[in-house]
């Protein structure tokens, strides 16, 4: 791996040293008013949720009333309150041979310094790109200063079709849980992904939740295409092979397991803390069996997850079916897919969702995310309340505090497509179901 220096550096530049017109204090000041115009109602009705909850869910919402977040106490400039402290969210963004344009680009687009980033060019790419790719990200003066961005430098394979890709995300969570005690969830991302709101939006919308939610899509239907995806057996060589090789599939098919409970998903999860040190750390056996398990099955990382929560008493009441990622462009085609249509923009971005997939190298689409949703301009990180800078000139390379936010409109969507997924009915009637 390739650490950056571990003595504690201060940000590039101080506030107090080059923010030319306002002084910090004043600055802080007006974020904060910011904040409380945007943050009134949605965190109203999001913390007015626990009262419509039955006791199996109370631990979904742990109330934390602050009497200054309500609009009939009158605000006095003495008395700012502070929300909730925001979360930190530990990020794996992986990609493969030719990838590095596309995981740096993604970087700067869902980069805050609260966040904790592990990049990984996988096994099929050569080792010069790797270390180009640790060089380039040393370069960046705020990832230098902040300290939370690191490259794995000993890749994995991470064969889509087969079972190293688990193995990898393990890999880079286990690594993520050594480099910082302090996240929150852990979302594994792929060079295909792109945010659809702010960190800004994301940490303060999070920051209303139970630390205890995971966000995972899953079904336990086995249809004939899920039988033809759960029944084979195949040999993953990147477990065992120095070479790109390929994916065998035994003649043999195996019948579904009746020891535990299969669940389908996707590959696109968010994942409390608790969990990943439950899968990697835990002293229940439930993670390692399925692991290998899941060791000859296709596709498996889709699996694994929903099938280890699900199966887990201690976990299941945890799960929420909806990953909150919107699937723009499947995988199934690899040739360039057509312009996306502004209905389509439209329906994305109104969707609520955190995330989309699977874009390609530099898609258009993007450029108008950036444009419209993100204000982010190319080669910087997206503006939040912890850039103190003149606008249009490297607005984030005058630092403030990480924990202030200024969620934008994203955050509106984001919260009623969250609120809609947490309602209790939907939340029970969707968890973990045996179909
Ligand atoms: C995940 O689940 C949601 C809600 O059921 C659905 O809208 C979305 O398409 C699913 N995503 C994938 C990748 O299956
Ligand atoms: C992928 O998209 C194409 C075209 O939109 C669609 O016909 C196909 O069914 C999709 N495949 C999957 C696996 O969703
Ligand atoms: C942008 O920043 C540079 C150095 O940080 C400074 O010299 C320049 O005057 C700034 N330009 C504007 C328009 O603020």
New binding site residues.
């Given amino acids: 791996m390739h650490h950056h220096q571990q003595q504690p550096l201060p940000p590039p530049f101080t506030a107090n040293a080059t923010a030319p017109t306002t002084t910090p204090k004043d600055h802080t000041k007006t974020t904060l008013y910011i904040i409380l115009a945007t943050s009134f109602f949605s965190l109203i009705f999001i913390l007015s949720l626990p009262s419509t909850t039955t006791s199996s869910s109370q631990s979904l919402i742990k109330a934390r009333r602050d009497p200054a977040l309500f609009p009939n106490h009158p605000i006095t400039p003495t008395e700012i309150p502070s929300g909730p402290t925001p979360p930190s969210i530990a990020y794996f963004i992986t990609g493969s041979a030719g990838d590095s344009a596309r995981i740096l680009r993604l970087l700067f687009a869902s980069y805050h310094p609260r966040n904790h980033y592990l990049l990984h060019l996988d096994l099929s790419a050569p080792q010069k790109e790797r270390d180009r790719l640790a060089i380039t990200v040393q370069s960046v003066p705020i990832f230098k200063a902040a300290q939370n961005v690191d490259v794995i430098g000993k890749a994995d394979y991470a064969y889509k079709r087969g079972s190293s890709t688990i193995s990898s995300t393990l890999h880079g969570a286990s690594i993520l849980l050594r480099l910082a005690s302090n996240w929150d969830w852990f979302i594994p991302l792929n060079a295909g992904d792109y945010p659809l709101v702010t960190q800004d939006d994301l940490l303060h919308i999070f920051s209303y939740l139970p630390k205890d939610l995971n966000f995972v899509n899953h079904t336990s239907y086995i249809g004939w295409k899920e039988s033809k995806r759960l029944k084979p057996i195949i040999v993953d060589t990147g477990l065992y092979l120095l070479e790109k090789h390929e994916i065998y599939y035994a003649s043999q098919k195996r019948e579904l397991p009746n020891a535990f409970r299969l669940f389908a998903g996707s590959p696109f999860t968010m994942l409390t803390r608790n969990f990943i040190e439950f899968c990697i750390l835990g002293t229940d056996n439930l993670p390692r069996t399925l692991l290998m398990y899941f060791a000859n099955m296709p596709f498996s990382f889709m699996n694994y997850f929903p099938t280890v929560l699900c199966n887990s008493d201690q976990f299941k009441t945890t799960v929420v079916n909806h990953n909150l990622q919107y699937?723009a462009?499947?995988?199934?085609?690899t040739k360039k897919h057509p312009p996306m249509e502004s209905a389509e923009f439209e329906a994305m971005v109104q969707s609520g969702a955190a995330f989309a997939t699977q874009f390609q190298y530099d898609d258009p689409v993007l450029d108008r995310i950036d444009r419209e949703i993100l204000n982010r301009s190319p080669g910087k990180a997206v503006p939040g309340g912890w850039c103190l800078g003149e606008p249009d000139n490297g607005t984030c390379s005058v630092w403030g505090d990480s924990d202030i936010l200024r969620p934008g409109p994203g955050a509106k969507r984001l919260e009623k497509h969250i609120v809609e997924s947490l309602k209790d009915n939907k939340i029970r009637s969707q968890q973990c179901l045996e179909e």
């Avoid at 462009?329 to 085609?333: K, V």
Wanted: charged share 15%.
């Fill in positions: 699937v462009f499947n995988e199934s085609s």
